[in-house]
């Protein structure tokens, strides 16, 4: 796990919320280590980044179980998903890397009984690939 304290005005694209969603249910540090079975120490990293370089399933799954149980003992039944931990919003910059402006074509496969894949939309979907596009305007 890589955390990293926010930089005076940097604008990020993805925001780590955990913070948010322990607050609003006043959980503490101690009580949301014990539910989620990661250290308290770990937790108090966690609560306290702006941004989240690296997450490992295992501690994502840990923190989404811990969240749900002490929202649970709260009174609420919410199920936290690793979703509710991150806000996005679209920068407008494109492809960091490149510098390409693009626009994003998602395609989604699924397989058959028999191995073969079929492209689509479908609720037995099982894989999901993500294109990235340069826009034609500003080839």
Not at 6 to 13: A, I, L, R
Not at 20 to 28: G, Q, T, V, Y
Not at 38 to 59: F, P
């Amino acid at each position: 796990m890589r955390v990293r304290k926010k930089q005076e005005g940097s604008q990020k694209m993805i925001r780590w919320r955990l913070r948010i969603l322990m607050a609003e249910k006043k959980i503490s540090n101690k009580e949301l280590a014990e539910l989620a079975d990661i250290h308290a120490t770990t937790i108090s990293k966690l609560k306290n980044a702006d941004e989240i370089e690296q997450i490992s399933g295992r501690v994502l799954n840990n923190l989404c179980n811990g969240l749900t149980k002490a929202y649970r003992i709260k009174g609420d039944n919410r199920i936290i998903t690793p979703g509710d931990l991150f806000d996005y919003s679209f920068d407008g910059d494109g492809d960091p890397v490149n510098g390409v402006n693009g626009d994003i074509h998602s395609t989604s496969t699924q397989q058959n009984s028999n191995g073969s894949s079929i492209s689509g939309k479908s609720a037995k979907t099982n894989t999901q690939v993500l294109w990235l596009l340069p826009n034609k305007e500003s080839a």
